[in-house]
């Protein structure tokens, strides 16, 4: 093969900052980490960026509710890092609800709703209608866990939508 023409790659994860030519405009999860909310536990899971979280293990996904009567409400929960002259911060954060049925196998989830709601946080917006109080504080306190820094240097919507 000629080593001046550029090879054919598929990067999914990359610190590449710029894409130019070939490959111009894909989409760069570097900067995008998931966390899995399951009761009032919260927990970081990269796994979820390809649909491959310890939840998602094993469970059959329907795009209908009704196939998951006894599934528990879980949520995977988009968050990107920026920087800025300060340092990283927390700048993107949304949730994506699911239920899910251990036992049965089984569960309920609306893909197109979960690469909006990443796309929304790779956008620099809050969306976290729908957790309630006990799961808002999970949230919270798992952000604050991981880099209480970057949680101080977070806009004041997060803090606010996580109060």
Not at 34 to 57: F, Q
Not at 75 to 98: K, L
Request: overall charge negative; some cysteine.
């Amino acid at each position: 093969m000629d080593s001046d023409k550029k090879k054919l790659a598929l990067n999914i994860v990359s610190s590449k900052v710029n894409h130019k030519g070939f490959g111009a405009g894909a989409i760069d999860l570097s900067n995008v980490s998931s966390i899995i909310i399951d009761g009032n536990e919260a927990y970081l899971d990269m796994g979820a960026l390809h649909a491959k979280s310890e939840i998602e293990k094993r469970i059959k996904f329907s795009t209908n509710k009704d196939d998951v009567p006894n599934g528990r409400r879980c949520w995977i929960v988009w968050v990107a890092i920026d920087r800025n002259e300060e340092g990283s911060y927390y700048a993107g954060v949304t949730a994506c609800e699911m239920l899910v049925d251990t036992e049965a196998r089984r569960g309920w989830k609306l893909l197109a709703d979960h690469v909006n709601k990443m796309d929304y946080a790779m956008k620099r917006r809050i969306v976290l209608e729908g957790l309630d109080e006990a799961e808002k504080a999970a949230l919270k306190n798992q952000l604050i866990t991981h880099n209480e820094e970057w949680w101080n240097r977070s806009d004041d919507s997060l803090k606010a939508a996580l109060s």
